[in-house]
Every structure is written in structure tokens, then in C-alpha cells.
């Protein structure tokens, strides 16, 4: 087995993140940053080149997707409609607009995933195209620069890391919450730390947003991730981009909920949802397959 090294920031929840943050002076993306370098054992040029690598395949993955259409490779009819949407909302103005285009670019890398196009475990392939999308708004449309970005996914890592090590991110162990849930929690704090959130202003826009998917379930269609996994994408962004507004526009010393308990939340919902509400597709949506 691989050697890693010890990270010399150690944090098992974002309570003790902030203890470490205070303790130390540092910032978010200070503290990912030496973690990461001390566990793989590499410089921060060989870190941000990893981060880069995985921006620029969500950022391809997007422009991509926009360009395909077609049925996508499924036992039934299943077509593309990330470039249609893509199409008719740059004929659209304002919010509605904005909804439209948010919503296909989640759409375009789900699309590709389906189609077994490479694309970022964020935190797994079923969720893959959350993060993406709004990695392009904040590219395309916020105009931040590539360091931004970069200090964005390092937020969306801490709390992809706490999901993952405090709950679950496996539809299977707990629901889509953990997939979908996990992916707009990690998209909502990657926007608001790449806009200038401060590190408990990006912890309530991942609260928000983690806050208000639990209990979803994980029932795709015939077992295949594309119905509700596809769309679902583009609601998950959808939710992650008003959960940075709302944080970043209230007194964040004021909101109730925070990460930790939301995460344990997730998990007990996630052991009480019935077996086929965990990607069983035997239930819910699953049962919507109609053989012809
Ligand atoms: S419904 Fe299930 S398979 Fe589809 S994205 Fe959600 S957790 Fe993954």
C-alpha cells in the first residue's frame, strides 16, 4: 500500500478546522494546501498542478457536453438535451437565463458521464456534473482567475473530505443525499470561498445547501444512473449557487445549523431510508420503468 504522509493540519470535523484555522493564522486554502502537500509528499507547484488538471477536465467536460446531442447509450430512448437548453437559453434574459445555462452545464458532463466520458469523481461519477457547472460560472460568467478557482476546489475538498470521513457519499450506504447532497454542498463552498467568502460565511453556504437535500433518496430508473441522476445534477447546482448567495447575504454568525451536525444528520437519515431507497432501484422512481 501506497505511503502517505501526515498531515501537519489534522481535523476531523469543521469545528476542529476553525480551531486549526484560529490556532494557526492561516487561511482555508493555506491549511488544504500544506495538508496536501505533507500527505502526497509534494511541493504546492505539483498540488496546484493536480487542482488545475482537475479543473480544466469539469471546464472541458462542460464545453463538451454542450456540443453532443443525440440518445446516450441506455437500454431505452434517452436523449441529450444539455445543448438544446444550452441553445434556448442564450435567446432568454435575466434569472431565467442564468437558471437555464447553470442548468446545462450540470447537464452537458452528466450527459458525458453517461456516455463514459471522463469525468471528475466530485464526490462520485453519478454527481459529476455539480461541481463542473458552477466551476464554469465562476470561470465564464464571475470572470475569477485561475488562483480563485483553485482556492474554491480546496474548500469544496474540506467539506467533500468531512462527508466522506463523518457520513457517506455512496448512494448506496445513504441515499442521494450523499451523492448529489455531498456535490452541492462541495459546489456551494467552492463559489462562495472562489468569490471572497470567509471561511464561516463558506461553511454556511455548505450547510445550506447539504441541509436541503437531506433525505433524497437514491431510486434511479431501471438501476441505470441517468432518471433523476442527470437532472438532478442541475438542481444540485442550482441549489449550491443560492446557498452561496444566501450565505454571503446574511449575518453568518446568525445561522442555526452547521456543518457537523448537518453531516450526522445526513447519516442518521441515511441509515433509516429503507434498504430500496439506496440504489437498489427497486422503489420510487425505480418502479417507473415501464417494459414495453
Ligand atoms: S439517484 Fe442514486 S445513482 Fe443517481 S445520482 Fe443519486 S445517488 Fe447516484
Given at each position: 500500500?501506497?505511503?502517505?504522509?501526515?498531515?501537519?493540519?489534522?481535523?476531523?470535523?469543521?469545528?476542529?478546522?476553525?480551531?486549526?484555522?484560529?490556532?494557526?493564522?492561516?487561511t482555508?486554502?493555506?491549511?488544504?494546501?500544506?495538508?496536501?502537500?505533507?500527505?502526497?509528499?509534494?511541493?504546492?507547484?505539483?498540488v496546484?498542478?493536480?487542482?488545475?488538471?482537475?479543473?480544466?477536465?469539469m471546464?472541458?467536460?462542460?464545453?463538451?457536453?454542450?456540443?453532443?446531442?443525440?440518445?446516450?447509450?441506455?437500454p431505452?430512448?434517452?436523449?441529450?438535451?444539455?445543448?438544446?437548453?444550452?441553445?434556448?437559453?442564450k435567446?432568454?434574459?435575466?434569472?431565467?437565463?442564468?437558471?437555464?445555462?447553470?442548468s446545462?452545464?450540470?447537464?452537458a458532463?452528466?450527459?458525458?458521464?453517461?456516455?463514459g466520458?471522463?469525468a471528475?469523481?466530485?464526490?462520485?461519477?453519478?454527481?459529476?456534473?455539480?461541481?463542473?457547472?458552477?466551476?464554469?460560472?465562476?470561470?465564464h460568467?464571475?470572470q475569477?482567475?485561475?488562483q480563485?478557482?483553485?482556492?474554491?476546489?480546496?474548500?469544496?475538498?474540506?467539506?467533500?473530505?468531512?462527508?466522506?470521513?463523518?457520513?457517506?457519499?455512496?448512494?448506496?450506504?445513504?441515499?442521494?443525499?450523499?451523492?448529489?447532497?455531498v456535490?452541492?454542498?462541495?459546489?456551494?463552498?467552492?463559489?462562495?470561498?472562489?468569490?471572497?467568502?470567509?471561511?464561516?460565511a463558506?461553511?454556511?453556504?455548505?450547510?445550506?445547501?447539504?441541509?436541503?437535500?437531506?433525505?433524497?433518496?437514491?431510486?434511479?430508473?431501471?438501476?441505470?444512473?441517468?432518471?433523476?441522476?442527470?437532472?438532478?445534477?442541475?438542481?444540485?447546482?442550482?441549489?449550491?449557487?443560492?446557498?452561496?448567495?444566501?450565505?454571503?447575504?446574511?449575518?453568518?454568525?446568525?445561522?442555526?445549523?452547521?456543518?457537523?451536525?448537518?453531516?450526522?444528520?445526513?447519516l442518521?437519515?441515511?441509515?433509516?431510508?429503507?434498504?430500496?431507497?439506496?440504489?437498489?432501484?427497486t422503489?420510487?422512481?425505480?418502479?417507473t420503468m415501464?417494459n414495453?
Amino acid at each position: 500500500m501506497e505511503e502517505r504522509g501526515q498531515p501537519p493540519h489534522p481535523y476531523g470535523s469543521m469545528t476542529a478546522f476553525k480551531e486549526v484555522a484560529a490556532k494557526s493564522g492561516k487561511t482555508l486554502h493555506e491549511i488544504m494546501l500544506e495538508n496536501e502537500q505533507a500527505i502526497m509528499g509534494v511541493d504546492a507547484a505539483k498540488v496546484n498542478a493536480h487542482l488545475d488538471l482537475v479543473l480544466d477536465t469539469m471546464l472541458a467536460g462542460v464545453e463538451l457536453g454542450l456540443r453532443e446531442e443525440g440518445l446516450l447509450p441506455a437500454p431505452f430512448a434517452f436523449h441529450r438535451k444539455a445543448r438544446r437548453i444550452h441553445e434556448r437559453a442564450k435567446a432568454m434574459q435575466g434569472g431565467e437565463a442564468l437558471l437555464q445555462l447553470v442548468s446545462s452545464y450540470a447537464l452537458a458532463v452528466s450527459e458525458g458521464n453517461a456516455a463514459g466520458r471522463l469525468a471528475v469523481t466530485a464526490p462520485t461519477l453519478g454527481s459529476a456534473g455539480t461541481m463542473p457547472a458552477l466551476a464554469y460560472v465562476l470561470h465564464h460568467h464571475l470572470q475569477r482567475d485561475r488562483q480563485a478557482m483553485r482556492r474554491g476546489l480546496l474548500a469544496a475538498a474540506l467539506v467533500g473530505y468531512l462527508c466522506k470521513n463523518n457520513a457517506s457519499v455512496a448512494g448506496a450506504e445513504v441515499g442521494c443525499q450523499g451523492e448529489i447532497g455531498v456535490a452541492s454542498s462541495m459546489a456551494a463552498a467552492m463559489l462562495a470561498y472562489a468569490t471572497g467568502a470567509s471561511l464561516e460565511a463558506t461553511e454556511v453556504a455548505a450547510t445550506i445547501a447539504l441541509e436541503h437535500h437531506l433525505g433524497m433518496s437514491c431510486d434511479p430508473v431501471g438501476g441505470f444512473v441517468l432518471i433523476p441522476c442527470i437532472e438532478r445534477n442541475a438542481f444540485g447546482a442550482l441549489k449550491a449557487y443560492n446557498a452561496a448567495l444566501m450565505a454571503q447575504n446574511e449575518i453568518v454568525s446568525e445561522h442555526w445549523e452547521d456543518l457537523d451536525r448537518v453531516i450526522m444528520a445526513m447519516l442518521q437519515t441515511g441509515k433509516a431510508l429503507p434498504p430500496q431507497f439506496r440504489e437498489m432501484g427497486t422503489a420510487g422512481l425505480g418502479m417507473t420503468m415501464v417494459n414495453c
